[in-house]
């Protein structure tokens, strides 16, 4: 069954540095989301991205965030100065149809750990 | 914001019993309903969903509730199994929105 792929698993990273985070979704789907999970917390939805846009975010998703999709099969988070507050696990997901509308579900990614130090 | 409840943290049911969890939510906007599974170190896995226009789902062991007047939702999963031992999230979605709204989850166990 084909599947959301996140890369890294974990990402330690110093605070005030860059990070990417990378995720190839699932390869007939055209709409791709990022979320997150602070420790303890529930997820929480950050952008949604669909025909090489931003279609849809959150108050979270802040101008030290941005999307993009670079090529054909990749598609990325990065944070531009990281926090502290920004540790987290970060979930790409992907889904045929516009969640809205239809009853197509959105996959999930296993995720990538942030941990800023 | 707590637009999606999940009130019980966990839930321990034994092997073979049913399993209810349950699931209120607070806008009147939602239009589908979903639910999804969590296994440590991975990522919500889909397990089923139902338009707020239906009032039930079945999918195998997996049926979903839905009653609307009360704003409230239940997953059924009869008969309960060790596998089926996780963190279930009651998700939902509004069609003017991409999103999806998660409650906290509940942590499942089922005994031996």
Known sequence: ?117 | DQQVKQNSPSLSVQEGRISILNCDYTNSMFDYFLWYKKYPAEGPTFLISISSIKDKNEDGRFTVFLNKSAKHLSLHIVPSQPGDSAVYFCAASAISDDKIIFGKGTRLHILP
């Open chain 1, 1 to 117: 069954e084909p599947e959301v792929t996140q890369t890294p698993s974990h990402q330690v990273t110093q605070m005030g540095q860059e990070v990417i985070l990378r995720c190839v979704p699932i390869s007939n789907h055209l709409y791709f989301y990022w979320y997150r999970q602070i420790l303890g917390q529930k997820v929480e939805f950050l952008v949604s991205f669909y025909n090489n846009e931003i279609s849809e975010k959150s108050e979270i998703f802040d101008d030290q965030f941005s999307v993009e999709r670079p090529d054909g099969s990749n598609f990325t988070l990065k944070i531009r100065s990281t926090k502290l507050e920004d540790s987290a696990m970060y979930f790409c997901a992907s889904s045929l149809k516009r969640q809205g509308r239809s009853n197509q579900p959105q996959h999930f990614g296993d995720g990538t750990r942030l941990s800023i130090l």
